[in-house]
């Protein structure tokens, strides 16, 4: 159990400084409510349309509504998931998280806002 323990400890730790050291590498300021609220986001992945209501409300083409804010700058939280956000110079928006159940590995998204 202490070993288990441990090596949680190490992935959450490791977890964080890759977040802090990964994110804004590209020039790129946190995101806040303003820049999304009552826009509709396409993902690089091609597969979600999102609308970011004005109000909270989040819909996409996935079928997942749910509520949407930004509890400080550069974190989306959208329903169960929290995301660091940020929008890149050229307007585009940047996602980013580490994922240990994913081999390990950044897990990253590019949006265009409509």
């Not at 989040?58 to 929008?87: A, C, F, M, Q």
Request: glycine content about 10%; charged content about 20%.
């Amino acid at each position: 159990m202490k070993t288990f323990i441990l090596s949680l400890s190490i992935a959450c730790i490791a977890t964080q400084a890759l977040a802090v050291t990964d994110f804004g590498r590209d020039g790129g300021r946190p995101i806040t409510s303003n820049d999304i609220a009552g826009k509709t986001i396409c993902w690089s992945n091609g597969w979600v349309r999102a609308y970011f209501a004005a109000n909270g409300v989040y819909t996409d083409n996935r079928h997942h509504p749910g509520k949407w804010y930004v509890p400080e700058p550069g974190v989306l939280k959208v329903g169960n998931w929290i995301r660091s956000t940020e929008i890149l110079p050229d307007g585009r928006l940047h996602v980013y998280k580490f994922c240990i159940y994913c081999d390990n590995r950044d897990i990253e998204s590019w949006g265009t806002k409509n």
